[in-house]
Each structure stands twice: as C-alpha cells, then as structure tokens.
C-alpha cells in the first residue's frame, strides 16, 4: 500500500514537471497586446484548478484549461494557474498590456511565379479581433466580408500604404487592385529587399491606427525534385536537429533532424523531404549527418568526414577532383546579410568554409573550392614553429559580422588537460591575416562553435555543450556569461541539461536554447543571462528559426512531422526580469544610420546623428567607436535639452578626409594610403538587458564604390539596333604619320549608338555620375576627350588664353611626347594632372593652341569644322585628382552629316537625298572622305525604308 502511494506521488510529480502554460493572442505575431487584445490562455498538464488574474482582467472561464481573457486596464498583469501540490509561484507572468492606438494589422499575401525575379505580393487590413478563422491562421486568399468592409473605408479615407526597405529606405508604391479592398504590388527580388516594412498614412477609424508591419522577403532558387522512394537522411541521435539558412533569405531553412531532412522556402509553411538514392553510400551514412549548408548551388551534407551535393534530383559525392578531402571535419556558412556590401573589381566573396584538422578551404560560386590555409600557414601566423603540427588542430571557422571576415579557431595540445585557443582572421579584400589578442583554454578534445555577432568591432561568442564565452569590443572585455546566482555552467542552471542552439539576431538579442527547451537570454555586451519562463515540453525537440514576419518561431520535429508555434521573446523577457526591478536606463535610442554599407569618395562627408532620451539625472550620452584605419577626420556637435523632467541629447557626427591629391608625385601611393574598410558603432552609455535596441552597426568603405561609373547624357547606350558599324579611317586624318589607311568595326552593342552631329557645328559632352543605376550627380569637374583609334581631325573652339591659362597647359600632344613609353590609358589622367592657372606651375609657352579640357563651364566645345563626313569614338576620362578613386571613364561616338564641299555649281538644279546614319554605307564619297559602312541592312524594302528618313538639299549644277 505504501509503495503504491510513492508510486501514485511520483507519477504526479513527473506530471507536473511537463506541465506548463502559455498564452498567445489573434495577432499572430503578438504585434498588438493591447486592452483592447483577446488573450487566449492555455494551461498543459495535472492538478489544475482555476487562473488566477487581476480584478481589472476578465476570464472567460477560470476553471478551465483553456480560456480567454480581456484587460481593461493598462499595466502589468500577473497571472498564474492554481495547481494542486505545486508551488505557484513558478507559474506566474506578468504581462504587460498598454492602451494602443494600433488596432489593425496589415494581412499580406505574397507568390513568386517561375521565371519572374519579383514578389507578387497582395495586401489588405484587417481586425483581429473581428477576422475570419482564415485570415487568423495566415491562410486566407481573399479578404473576408468585414476586412474588405474595412480596408474600403480607409480607402475612402485617403489611406495609401507604402513598402519601405529597411536595409536601404527605398519605397514602393502598391496599386488598389480591382479585387476591393486589396492594394498589389511586385517586389524585386533584391537582398536589399530582405527586411520590408509595410507603413500606412496617419488614416484612423474609431480612433484607431494600422500598426506597421515587417516582414522579410525571402527566396530562393534552389530547387530540389522530390524522391518518395529514396532514402531519408538523418542526425545521429533524436536530439540533434542540425539547420542552415543563407543570411540574406532566411526563410528557406535546411533542417536535419533525426527522422527526416527538410527543406522549405517560406520558414516551413510547406516543406518537402530531402533524401538520397538507396544504395549510394553505406548503409550506416543515412542518419550520420554531422553538419548541413545550403549554397547557391544545392545543399551541402557532412557525412562520415565527406561532402555530399543534393540539388535537383542529383545526389553525389564532391572528392578530390574538387579539391575536397574526405576527412572534412566542418562546414558553415555565412551568418549576417550585408546586402549593399559591393567588392572591389574582380573580387569574389567565399560562399561557405570547410575545415579539417589542419587545413582550411572556401567555397565559391560553382562548386570552386580553394585552399585557404594549411597547418604550416596557421603556425606562421601564430608565429610558432612548424615542428608543432601534431599539436595543432583547426577547431572551428565562420564568418565574422566584416562582409570580408573569416575567423579561424586553432587549438594547441602541450600536454596537459586543456587545450590553448587561439583566433587567426583573414580578410578576403585585403589578404590580410591577423593573430588575434585572444586566448581562452577548454578541456582537452571539447567540441566547441563559435558565433559573430551584428556589431562593427569584433564581438563574439565560443560555447561547448555547458558554458558560453564571450569577447566584447575587440577583446578587451571577456569572460563566461552567468546567471544571476554566479553560474557559468548553464548546464547546472537548467536541470542538467546541455546547449543546443545559440541565436542571435541584428538587434543584438540572443538566446541560448539548452536541449530541454529552457530559454536563457543575454545581449550584445551584456554579461549574465536571464532564464526565461518555460514555452514548451522538455521532450519536445525544438529549433529556433525566423519567419517571414521577422518573428521567433519554435519548430518542434515529430517522427518527420513539423509543428510551429511563435515565442513572443519581448514579452517573456519582460516576465521574466519583472520581479528584479531590471530597467532601460533610457527611454529612445536612435540614430540616422541604418545596417547598410556606406561608400565614401573623395569630397563625401559622412553625417549622422544619433539621439538618447532618458529620465532626468542619469546622465546618459551616444558613444561613437571607429574600428579600423585612421584615414578620417571627425567632427562632433551636442545638444542638449530638459522639460518635463525628460533629457533629449543629440550627437552629430561628421566624418570627412580633406586630403589634397593635385601636384604630389606618389599620386596612386597616396590614393591607397587614404583608402580602406572601417566599422562604427552606436551605442549608449548606459543599457540593459530590456532595451529594446543597444547597439547600432554600420561599415564605412573609403574608396572607390564598385559600380560607380560615368555615361554621356542624352547619349543613347540601349536604345538602337544592335549592329555593328565599319568604316575606315584615311591616313592623313590619323596621329603619328600614319602610312595606311585604317579599318574600324563600332560594336554598338558594347558601346552604344553614335550621336549623329552637324559637320559644321560642335559639341560639348555633359557628364552624369551613377552608382550602378542610381543617379548621384551632374559631373562639374575637369574632364578630357581621346579619340581612340587615334583620330585627329577635330579641334576645340577655345585656346588656352582664352580658357584663363598663365601658362601652358597639358594637351594630348605634350602629355605623349613626355610620356612616351607607357600605355596611352596612363599618359594623361588624374594622376598627373597640373593645371595652367598658376604662375607656380608649368612655363610660359604658345597659349594660341586650342585648350583640350572641358568642364560642365567653361564653354570649351570639341568642333568638328572638316570637310568631310566622319565616325568618331572617343573616351572621356575625369581628369580633376581630387574628384574621386575611381578610374571614371567612358565611350561615346560621334557620327557627322551634312553639305560635302568641291560640288561643282550649275544654274541647274538637282535635288539630292543626303544619307542619314542608319545608311551611311550610300555616304557621298570625295577626296578626303571617310568610308562607313553598315552591315546587315535585311531586306530589300527595309532598306527602302531607311531611304525615307533621307535629308532633301538643293545642289546647283
């Protein structure tokens, strides 16, 4: 009898101990939690009696399990169930609910269609509180009845959302769409269009506003043939759930678990199976899994020290004709987005890094592996001495938060328990390797994983299966995160159990997820961690993963299946700190700047600002750290302002170089002196672990930005025939005693249409400056012209006197007669620029020759007074020093028409059709002409056509 008591006692115990509750709310992503908020609340386990709430919170009903309940009153609310036997106070949260002027949400409905590189994307609003089970459940395909009768009311009232970037603040604009009360738009698919937010006008009804909606739009264009009868492929063990996800998409997830591989494109709303052709490997590879990357090219599986491809409806082993080894010990991939990071010209950024014990490679595109360090490298790095190879061992490598990163994590056996770590980091811009300030020791052969975080100074975590070790601000600031008891084995703090997964997201939260599921929280620079309420069963093997709301999700794995459930982390932090009386030392922390890439040129200044608002006599202020080269100079400026006992302080920061480039001799030396990668961080004085939002990243690249590049204006680059253009160039028009005529094939494909110009008139080329396809600016600087296939029968109108020179000036003449053993491209540039409006340069000389610089001012025109037809290409080059790192050049061709002299006059007439450009190949021919000819006319009345366009002169005979 006795022993039946025990039993019963224990068997209640084991109960309680998987008992839990939660709550959540209609809003799917608990985007509202308001007074106005249904809360529906639902306990999971024995003994249970009845909630316990506040008197201002109605409970539908309060003796069953599960419930709904409504707070009228803002604050924070404390609740609990009652269970029988069990110590409440373990149970209880406290939830804060606020009276919100945010009542609807927009529902948003997004496709992709084969082929087509935008997002389809349909949205309206709605209620949740007064929505259809669909709309609730985000499956819904149309609008229900009360939110198409609500979206058109805004309509009528002038509401106009608006789709926003958050990574580049570009706008897009949505269209009503004829389904009522649905706007539509399409999105490009762009990393830059990772993080969207949906912003609607200041539009109320009933006092009540459409709160903003983020979301993340994700893609990918990895498919995968799905094969029923293939095998599966797993982890080792239940408990080991393995993932990937490239940084820019996050939605498509590759995820191992013990019973199936899973892949999915929309954060596992769908999924399909990922498996492999029974037979191919050994019978125990299946479910040996050890690690898992997704690249551009298909899915990367580790199994059993060898990598294995899966894309379309291929699976095959990658060996050694790749390069690979097959004693792989891991792979990973990039872990944050850098979507406007743009390498310098031929550069290429690693997709993926594998290691071995004593070998690094990098992945690029097209399955191309490298060799990026062998063991000898690794010890000269660390400056030890090669005899110590048996001693080394790569222990891990990632991605640091520098797009260009790579950090490696060595390990030294010298004999005793522990092993010495080490971090070597390579830049894959400059080839730079650096042996780290760090050193940390771990038991001997202690598997150990290593996570960047957002931030612009080196801050990183290195946890084993117990502790996480942390490194902040470049190292100076480490040591193991602990609870708040002093523990810094969490394993102890949480029952025994070990760390499967560390999180951590661009706002510098993060979470440790132990395989019990228990939660515990920390944040950038934040040393000790909070152990948050428990979500779900302890058995339950659980991911953390983002949805395409840029929500938390739990993904729980059953037998193959998958289940998701949103974990609201703001509120559960908030819960879970409430009772330390743990504040945000500040009310508002931001700034200007947002995560992107800044490029700097000559002559840009960088200005942000950055603002904290606090309670009076905190004494807070901004705090801006530069990581990197000294090549800018700063200036800073305060306000400060106090009413209402609420401080406001602003900091602007100007970052600038004033470096003068003209007349110095080591031109390109000092170009590259003054160039370079820096990292600044945002952050306040004072934070905690609440805040919202504790640190701001951004990384600044003095130089030249890639795409940046100059065109003509007006000059037609796309819209002509793509043909090419021959004709030939007589000698006597040719620099240099040319001795033979020269024949010329224009591809305009490559270089445009010539712009068809008067033989009698001139011409002054207006510059524009573009980054990719973004307009900057109209270029104002000097520039100059060169034919180039050496043509010289074309003048300017201006001399140099007239120009204001004092002195000579460079012309394309000089320029090659003192420079006549480097290539043409370096004779005359930026580089060596000097100009002739000082006494203190150049000398006195013939200023009657024409003036070969023009600028967006100086009236200074290319003439083209010849007596003859002519096809002209020219390059232009920006020639101010101090205009910009960029080689700024480009291609333009000028093609010229008009009366030809030596005609014969007669006091008859005879009316004559001058050929225009399409048909020049009928050019009037003459002593002095140049010949062009069109190929590829086509048909005989399509070249009648072309006739028509012909200009009419009278010529007297």
Same mark, same amino acid.
């Given at each position: 009898?006795?022993?039946?008591?025990?039993?019963?006692?224990?068997?209640?115990?084991?109960?309680?101990?998987?008992?839990?509750?939660?709550?959540?709310?209609?809003?799917?992503?608990?985007?509202?939690?308001?007074?106005?908020?249904?809360?529906?609340?639902?306990?999971?386990?024995?003994?249970?009696?009845?909630?316990?709430?506040?008197?201002?919170?109605?409970?539908?009903?309060?003796?069953?399990?599960?419930?709904?309940?409504?707070?009228?009153?803002?604050?924070?609310?404390?609740?609990?169930?009652?269970?029988?036997?069990?110590?409440?106070?373990?149970?209880?949260?406290?939830?804060?609910?606020?009276?919100?002027?945010?009542?609807?949400?927009?529902?948003?409905?997004?496709?992709?269609?084969?082929?087509?590189?935008?997002?389809?994307?349909?949205?309206?609003?709605?209620?949740?509180?007064?929505?259809?089970?669909?709309?609730?459940?985000?499956?819904?395909?149309?609008?229900?009845?009360?939110?198409?009768?609500?979206?058109?009311?805004?309509?009528?009232?002038?509401?106009?959302?608006?789709?926003?970037?958050?990574?580049?603040?570009?706008?897009?604009? !949505?269209?009503?769409?004829?389904?009522?009360?649905?706007?539509?738009?399409?999105?490009?698919?762009?990393?830059?269009?990772?993080?969207?937010?949906?912003?609607?006008?200041?539009?109320?009804?009933?006092?009540?506003?459409?709160?903003?909606?983020?979301?993340?739009?994700?893609?990918?264009?990895?498919?995968?043939?799905?094969?029923?009868?293939?095998?599966?492929?797993?982890?080792?063990?239940?408990?080991?759930?393995?993932?990937?996800?490239?940084?820019?998409?996050?939605?498509?997830?590759?995820?191992?678990?013990?019973?199936?591989?899973?892949?999915?494109?929309?954060?596992?709303?769908?999924?399909?199976?990922?498996?492999?052709?029974?037979?191919?490997?050994?019978?125990?590879?299946?479910?040996?899994?050890?690690?898992?990357?997704?690249?551009?090219?298909?899915?990367?599986?580790?199994?059993?020290?060898?990598?294995?491809?899966?894309?379309?409806?291929?699976?095959?082993?990658?060996?050694?004709?790749?390069?690979?080894?097959?004693?792989?010990?891991?792979?990973?991939?990039?872990?944050?987005?850098?979507?406007?990071?743009?390498?310098?010209?031929?550069?290429?950024?690693?997709?993926?890094?594998?290691?071995?014990?004593?070998?690094?490679?990098?992945?690029?595109?097209?399955?191309?592996?490298?060799?990026?360090?062998?063991?000898?490298?690794?010890?000269?790095?660390?400056?030890?001495?090669?005899?110590?190879?048996?001693?080394?061992?790569?222990?891990?490598?990632?991605?640091?938060?520098?797009?260009?990163?790579?950090?490696?994590?060595?390990?030294?056996?010298?004999?005793?328990?522990?092993?010495?770590?080490?971090?070597?980091?390579?830049?894959?811009?400059?080839?730079?390797?650096?042996?780290?300030?760090?050193?940390?020791?771990?038991?001997?052969?202690?598997?150990?994983?290593?996570?960047?975080?957002?931030?612009?100074?080196?801050?990183?975590?290195?946890?084993?299966?117990?502790?996480?070790?942390?490194?902040?601000?470049?190292?100076?600031?480490?040591?193991?995160?602990?609870?708040?008891?002093?523990?810094?084995?969490?394993?102890?703090?949480?029952?025994?159990?070990?760390?499967?997964?560390?999180?951590?997201?661009?706002?510098?939260?993060?979470?440790?997820?132990?395989?019990?599921?228990?939660?515990?929280?920390?944040?950038?620079?934040?040393?000790?961690?909070?152990?948050?309420?428990?979500?779900?069963?302890?058995?339950?093997?659980?991911?953390?993963?983002?949805?395409?709301?840029?929500?938390?999700?739990?993904?729980?794995?059953?037998?193959?299946?998958?289940?998701?459930?949103?974990?609201?982390?703001?509120?559960?932090?908030?819960?879970?700190?409430?009772?330390?009386?743990?504040?945000?030392?500040?009310?508002?922390?931001?700034?200007?700047?947002?995560?992107?890439?800044?490029?700097?040129?000559?002559?840009?200044?960088?200005?942000?600002?950055?603002?904290?608002?606090?309670?009076?006599?905190?004494?807070?202020?901004?705090?801006?750290?530069?990581?990197?080269?000294?090549?800018?100079?700063?200036?800073?400026?305060?306000?400060?302002?106090?009413?209402?006992?609420?401080?406001?302080?602003?900091?602007?920061?100007?970052?600038?170089?004033?470096?003068?480039?003209?007349?110095?001799?080591?031109?390109?030396?000092?170009?590259?002196?003054?160039?370079?990668?820096?990292?600044?961080?945002?952050?306040?004085?004072?934070?905690?672990?609440?805040?919202?939002?504790?640190?701001?990243?951004?990384?600044?690249?003095?130089?030249?930005?890639?795409?940046?590049?100059?065109?003509?204006?007006?000059?037609?680059?796309?819209?002509?025939?793509?043909?090419?253009?021959?004709?030939?160039?007589?000698?006597?028009?040719?620099?240099?005693?040319?001795?033979?005529?020269?024949?010329?094939?224009?591809?305009?494909?490559?270089?445009?249409?010539?712009?068809?110009?008067?033989?009698?008139?001139?011409?002054?080329?207006?510059?524009?400056?573009?980054?990719?396809?973004?307009?900057?600016?109209?270029?104002?600087?000097?520039?100059?012209?060169?034919?180039?296939?050496?043509?010289?029968?074309?003048?300017?109108?201006?001399?140099?006197?007239?120009?204001?020179?004092?002195?000579?000036?460079?012309?394309?003449?000089?320029?090659?007669?003192?420079?006549?053993?480097?290539?043409?491209?370096?004779?005359?540039?930026?580089?060596?620029?000097?100009?002739?409006?000082?006494?203190?340069?150049?000398? !006195?000389?013939?200023?009657?020759?024409?003036?070969?610089?023009?600028?967006?001012?100086?009236?200074?025109?290319?003439?083209?007074?010849?007596?003859?037809?002519?096809?002209?290409?020219?390059?232009?080059?920006?020639?101010?020093?101090?205009?910009?790192?960029?080689?700024?050049?480009?291609?333009?061709?000028?093609?010229?028409?008009?009366?030809?002299?030596?005609?014969?006059?007669?006091?008859?007439?005879?009316?004559?059709?001058? !050929?225009?450009?399409?048909?020049?190949?009928?050019?009037?021919?003459?002593?002095?002409?140049?010949?062009?000819?069109?190929?590829?006319?086509?048909?005989?009345?399509?070249?009648?056509?072309?006739?028509?366009?012909?200009?009419?002169?009278?010529?007297?005979?």
């Amino acid at each position: 009898m006795f022993c039946g008591k025990v039993l019963v006692a224990l068997v209640l115990l084991l109960n309680q101990c998987f008992a839990l509750w939660r709550y959540k709310t209609n809003s799917m992503p608990y985007s509202i939690f308001s007074t106005r908020t249904t809360i529906h609340l639902e306990y999971t386990g024995t003994g249970f009696t009845e909630w316990e709430t506040p008197a201002v919170c109605s409970v539908g009903n309060k003796t069953s399990k599960t419930t709904v309940m409504n707070c009228a009153n803002q604050g924070t609310h404390r609740i609990r169930p009652l269970v029988a036997n069990q110590d409440p106070e373990l149970e209880e949260r406290f939830l804060f609910v606020e009276r919100s002027s945010d009542c609807f949400l927009w529902y948003l409905q997004s496709n992709s269609v084969e082929g087509d590189d935008s997002q389809h994307i349909q949205i309206w609003i709605y209620d949740p509180e007064n929505s259809s089970p669909s709309e609730l459940e985000q499956t819904a395909g149309l609008p229900s009845m009360n939110s198409k009768t609500l979206s058109m009311q805004f309509i009528s009232m002038g509401q106009e959302p608006v789709f926003q970037s958050i990574i580049n603040h570009v706008q897009y604009f !949505p269209k009503t769409s004829e389904q009522e009360g649905v706007w539509e738009i399409k999105i490009p698919h762009i990393s830059q269009n990772m993080f969207m937010t949906i912003k609607g006008n200041s539009v109320a009804f009933q006092d009540c506003f459409i709160a903003d909606y983020t979301f993340i739009l994700s893609y990918s264009k990895l498919y995968l043939v799905d094969n029923p009868d293939w095998e599966p492929l797993g982890s080792e063990s239940p408990e080991y759930i393995l993932y990937d996800w490239p940084p820019c998409f996050p939605a498509s997830i590759v995820a191992v678990s013990f019973w199936e591989t899973l892949f999915t494109k929309d954060s596992f709303n769908t999924s399909q199976k990922v498996r492999a052709p029974r037979g191919y490997m050994p019978r125990g590879y299946y479910n040996k899994v050890t690690s898992v990357a997704m690249v551009d090219e298909g899915l990367l599986f580790l199994i059993k020290g060898k990598i294995y491809l899966r894309r379309d409806d291929l699976f095959s082993h990658l060996d050694s004709t790749l390069g690979i080894p097959d004693n792989v010990l891991g792979i990973g991939t990039r872990t944050w987005c850098w979507p406007d990071y743009k390498s310098r010209e031929g550069l290429e950024l690693s997709q993926m890094v594998m290691w071995t014990k004593s070998e690094v490679y990098v992945l690029y595109s097209h399955l191309k592996f490298n060799l990026l360090a062998t063991a000898e490298d690794l010890l000269k790095r660390m400056r030890l001495s090669p005899s110590m190879e048996s001693s080394m061992t790569v222990k891990y490598v990632t991605y640091t938060s520098d797009p260009t990163g790579i950090a490696i994590l060595i390990a030294m056996y010298f004999g005793n328990k522990n092993d010495s770590l080490y971090l070597v980091s390579y830049n894959e811009d400059s080839y730079e390797w650096i042996l780290e300030d760090f050193e940390m020791f771990v038991p001997h052969n202690r598997r150990v994983s290593v996570l960047f975080m957002f931030s612009a100074l080196p801050n990183f975590v290195i946890w084993d299966d117990y502790s996480v070790y942390y490194s902040y601000r470049n190292h100076s600031k480490t040591g193991f995160l602990e609870t708040k008891d002093g523990l810094h084995n969490l394993s102890a703090a949480t029952m025994g159990s070990t760390i499967h997964q560390v999180f951590i997201d661009y706002y510098g939260n993060a979470l440790i997820k132990m395989y019990n599921n228990v939660m515990l929280y920390f944040k950038i620079e934040i040393t000790d961690v909070e152990i948050l309420h428990q979500w779900t069963k302890e058995d339950d093997r659980c991911l953390i993963i983002i949805n395409p709301s840029e929500d938390l999700f739990l993904l729980t794995f059953n037998q193959g299946t998958t289940t998701l459930s949103e974990y609201p982390l703001v509120l559960e932090l908030y819960s879970s700190t409430f009772k330390s009386n743990i504040q945000c030392p500040y009310m508002l922390f931001e700034s200007s700047i947002y995560f992107n890439n800044v490029y700097m040129d000559k002559r840009t200044e960088l200005t942000f600002w950055c603002q904290v608002v606090y309670p009076e006599n905190l004494g807070l202020f901004s705090i801006v750290e530069v990581y990197g080269p000294k090549i800018l100079k700063e200036k800073r400026s305060t306000s400060y302002e106090i009413a209402l006992g609420i401080c406001t302080k602003n900091l602007t920061v100007t970052l600038y170089q004033d470096v003068k480039y003209e007349n110095v001799e080591n031109y390109y030396q000092l170009q590259e002196e003054n160039t370079g990668h820096m990292m600044i961080q945002l952050r306040p004085s004072q934070f905690s672990k609440i805040c919202p939002l504790s640190s701001q990243a951004v990384h600044v690249f003095v130089g030249c930005f890639p795409q940046r590049h100059i065109v003509v204006k007006e000059y037609d680059y796309d819209e002509c025939k793509k043909e090419n253009i021959t004709y030939t160039i007589e000698k006597e028009f040719l620099r240099g005693n040319a001795t033979e005529n020269k024949n010329v094939s224009f591809d305009t494909q490559k270089n445009g249409c010539p712009l068809r110009i008067s033989m009698r008139s001139s011409f002054h080329p207006t510059l524009l400056l573009y980054d990719a396809d973004v307009f900057v600016e109209e270029v104002t600087t000097n520039f100059i012209v060169r034919e180039i296939h050496g043509r010289m029968d074309f003048t300017f109108n201006l001399t140099m006197k007239e120009s204001g020179c004092v002195n000579e000036a460079q012309t394309w003449d000089s320029m090659l007669e003192k420079n006549k053993y480097l290539p043409i491209e370096e004779v005359w540039g930026p580089q060596n620029y000097k100009d002739c409006f000082t006494y203190s340069v150049g000398k !006195p000389g013939d200023l009657s020759k024409p003036y070969e610089i023009l600028n967006m001012s100086n009236k200074n025109f290319i003439i083209f007074n010849n007596p003859h037809l002519g096809m002209y290409v020219f390059e232009i080059k920006i020639l101010d020093p101090n205009y910009s790192f960029c080689n700024l050049k480009a291609i333009f061709a000028i093609e010229t028409f008009g009366e030809t002299p030596n005609l014969v006059f007669s006091r008859s007439t005879l009316l004559v059709a001058m !050929p225009t450009s399409q048909d020049t190949a009928e050019g009037l021919t003459g002593k002095n002409a140049s010949h062009v000819e069109r190929k590829n006319y086509g048909s005989r009345n399509a070249k009648a056509k072309h006739m028509t366009s012909h200009h009419m002169y009278i010529l007297y005979i």
